[in-house]
């Protein structure tokens, strides 16, 4: 017997090997990938049955039944399997033409499953993402145009089938209301909805569309981290570039709206983003824009129009409380196996401390070469210009810089990131370990400042926990070594996990050795700033490519 056939199937129905060849020939033949070939697949198995039936009947004397009954009665497993294989297929088909912004043929599907009674939960969703899309694409169209189903038949429908489930509700009821043009309860739904960035986007194009800049603006401020669609391809796209084309107060107010949103958000825009607001600009026509712009990393100066840029800091008090949260972790590490013991945390303190004793001897002597007269500044300057700078202590994850295993081959990369960092106004450098190091690793450690030596082979003890609290303690100015986001550490403090995940985001540099790149190795600093600007004075849109993370700068005048 076949194993993909049920010993319970195979009893009730001898005819499951007709079935079985069907659902065959499906894998071999992409027409049985479609909803169509799905459906002829399934009539003509059951054309198959009620034949073989009929015969059986025929063959022991039984008196003939209807067929309605005999389908009822098998009611086979494979059946159910079918009907299942076709919902999920219509359900693709509906997302396509969601995607591809074809909303008559979407409501052409959905009338046709209305009448076959194939409706359910989910494809009744996808009915109503489909007529907002209707609306989205054309102020002029009607409800019921083409003979398609109405707003209120369909509200009724929901009501009906979709339970009590409220953000399901909310999201019905968010859509359906902007085809009617009812934006009253838009903020009190919007917090409840689901699928969010979907609903944005149906919201935007409707309220472009009608020209109701005021509704965009709304939608806007209710859902401050959706993005405007960054496909040109979308329905949306088309609408919101065509606006921009035609200028006018609509067009300034709307490219006003757009760099708003950028600006909110917290970290870089990808590669799609970055594509879709040099289109925009491009549209608008109106402010030039510069992609090479570069941004000091020290100054905070764009390379393009000098301007100095805000830094993204965190505050006394909340880097305090940060600080203390993850201290309490290491502190309680100390007393359970395997994470660290209490000497290993008082050598810790010791060697910050030591630390904090060279930085501020390295302040006094920049504060006393400032101090002095302009003939000797001028000569050092040129020559010892990034050591003059205010210096930044880095914490070092040896053991993730290496890989784990410190090898001879990595030394000449390891001298090169440190070599290169101090030039960048990095000092002193504290590297942190759990296990010790060659000669030639440790000589060139201590030249650039200190090491830490858990002195442990476990592999169970949480290093991370030392170079993390290293660099708390170290000042807000610190930085951290590694490829290691830290995430892992952000729930066991008590407190806000987004105010953890800013600090490290804002202090990781990241690295790649010569094995990752096939090259040279490369490191990244963190960027100290986020997107920001507004009309007068200017943009400048930080944005990342994927590959190695590069990161490059629109500079956007605006005067």
């Known amino acids: 017997m076949p194993c993909h056939l049920g010993a319970a199937f195979y009893a009730q129905a001898q005819d499951g090997a007709v079935q079985a060849r069907w659902l065959r020939c499906r894998t071999a033949n992409s027409f049985w990938r479609t909803p169509e070939g799905t459906k002829e697949m399934h009539n003509k198995a059951e054309e198959r049955r009620r034949e073989h039936?009929?015969?059986?009947?025929?063959e022991n004397g039984e008196p003939k039944r209807e067929t309605g009954q005999i389908g009822k009665e098998l009611a086979p497993t494979q059946s159910h399997h079918l009907q299942e294989r076709i919902v999920r297929d219509t359900h693709l088909q509906l997302v396509e033409y969601y995607k591809t912004n074809q909303p008559k043929q979407g409501l052409d599907l959905l009338n046709s499953l209305i009448e076959q009674g194939q409706l359910n939960r989910k494809l009744l969703l996808d009915g109503v993402k489909m007529l907002a899309l209707k609306f989205a694409g054309n102020d002029k169209c009607r409800d019921g145009d083409d003979g398609h189903i109405t707003v209120p038949v369909l509200r009724e429908m929901c009501a009906r089938e979709l339970g009590e489930n409220l953000h399901i509700v909310a999201t019905v009821e968010l859509l359906l209301d902007a085809c009617e043009k009812k934006w009253d309860r838009m903020s009190e739904l919007m917090a409840k909805a689901v699928f969010k960035t979907d609903?944005?986007?149906?919201?935007?194009?409707?309220?472009?569309?009608?020209h109701e800049l005021d509704t965009l603006e709304c939608a806007k401020k209710c859902l401050q981290k959706c993005r405007f669609p960054?496909?040109?391809?979308?329905l949306f796209g088309h609408i919101f570039l065509n606006f921009l084309r035609g200028g006018g107060a609509d067009g300034e107010r709307l490219m006003k709206l757009y760099m708003d949103q950028l600006?909110?958000?917290?970290?870089?825009?990808?590669?799609?983003?970055a594509f879709h607001l040099k289109t925009a600009l491009e549209c608008y026509g109106k402010w030039k824009f510069e992609i090479g712009a570069r941004v000091n990393h020290r100054s905070l100066e764009c390379s393009h129009c000098s301007l100095k840029l805000v830094p993204s800091t965190i505050e006394p008090h909340k880097f305090n409380e940060l600080r203390g949260a993850l201290a309490k972790v290491l502190y309680d590490g100390a007393t359970k196996m395997n994470r660290a013991t209490s000497e290993q945390v008082l050598a810790l303190m010791k060697t910050i401390k030591e630390m904090k004793r060279k930085i501020s001897e390295q302040t006094a002597a920049i504060d006393e070469v400032n101090s002095t007269k302009r003939d000797v500044g001028d000569y050092l300057v040129p020559h010892f210009g990034h050591f003059l700078l205010g210096r930044r202590p880095l914490v070092v994850d040896a053991l993730n810089l290496v890989d784990g295993k410190p090898e001879q081959h990595q030394l000449g990369y390891v001298r090169s990131?440190?070599?290169?960092?101090?030039?960048?106004?990095?000092?002193?450098i504290l590297v942190v370990t759990r296990c010790t190091f060659p000669s030639e690793f440790i000589h060139c450690f201590r030249e650039k400042g200190h090491i830490f030596d858990l002195r442990s082979k476990s592999t169970k003890i949480h290093d991370d926990l030392f170079t993390l609290n290293a660099a708390l303690l170290l000042g807000p100015d610190a930085h951290l070594m590694s490829n290691d986001g830290f995430r892992d550490y952000a729930p066991a403090m008590a407190v806000d996990p987004s105010l953890f995940s800013r600090w490290v985001k804002t202090r990781l540099v990241r690295f790649w050795t010569p094995k990752m790149t096939k090259k040279e190795s490369e490191y990244l600093l963190p960027n100290a700033w986020h997107s920001q600007g507004d009309p007068s004075n200017g943009y400048?849109?930080?944005?990342?490519r994927r590959q190695r993370s590069r990161?490059?700068?629109y500079c956007i005048r605006t005067n």
């Open 53 to 58: 039936t009929a015969q059986q009947q025929q």
């Open 199 to 210: 609903c944005f986007n149906l919201l935007a194009g409707m309220a472009l569309a009608r």
């Open 230 to 234: 960054k496909n040109q391809g979308t």
């Open 263 to 273: 600006v909110m958000l917290d970290h870089p825009v990808d590669e799609h983003d």
């Open 417 to 428: 990131f440190f070599n290169s960092l101090e030039r960048n106004g990095f000092s002193p």
């Open 540 to 544: 400048h849109i930080l944005a990342e």
């Open 551 to 553: 990161q490059f700068v």
